[in-house]
């Protein structure tokens, strides 16, 4: 078994891996007043926030109620300024929120109702044999399959769904090869 793994990847070790464009850039206005236009906006992982000042003194800090939850702080600044901060997939899953929203505040001017939110929506991946969300199928979603290798309940290697990650899921997963 080690063999035939050690073989399937010395066979596909030359691919090369696509490159990505970034996600979208959005754009919420700090200011005029005690205001975030818009307040609530809601944008797919890997997408980036651009907070962009356009009058008075704010800041845009995690949290809610006034409590700073340390996930992103742009501190107090004044205009002209941008604070950019790109909601990842990555920072999602290691920072859990219910329905992915995460809200923030004007340290200020938060009573004041200078609050806001980003919800992060988490697409399907474009193809099941993109085991690592890549958005392509390639060596590092093979050495997934090949380590998951044998029995097994609900893994993701498992692609056709017959509780066993066997030949049949490598030919899938082969048949996807290249972007999703």
Not at 92 to 116: F, L, S, T
Request: aromatic share 10%; glycine share 12%.
């Amino acid at each position: 078994m080690r063999h035939v793994r050690a073989i399937l990847a010395a066979a596909v070790l030359g691919a090369s891996s696509a490159v990505f464009a970034g996600g979208t850039v959005h754009q919420v206005l700090v200011g005029p007043g005690n205001t975030y236009t818009p307040a609530n906006i809601t944008i797919e992982a890997g997408d980036t926030i651009d907070w962009v000042w356009v009058a008075g003194i704010h800041g845009v800090s995690s949290g809610e109620g006034g409590l700073f939850d340390g996930l992103f702080n742009s501190g107090l600044r004044s205009a002209p300024w941008t604070y950019s901060f790109t909601f990842t997939q990555a920072f999602v899953e290691d920072n859990p929120r219910p329905d992915n929203r995460y809200p923030y505040y004007c340290a200020p001017h938060w009573q004041q109702g200078m609050i806001g939110s980003v919800t992060v929506i988490i697409p399907e991946p474009a193809c099941p044999a993109d085991l690592n969300n890549s958005g392509a199928v390639y060596v590092q979603d093979l050495l997934i399959l090949l380590g998951e290798w044998g029995p097994c309940k609900g893994c993701e290697s498992d692609l056709n769904g017959s509780g066993a990650v066997d030949v049949q899921d490598l030919l899938l997963l082969l048949g996807a090869w290249g972007p999703c």
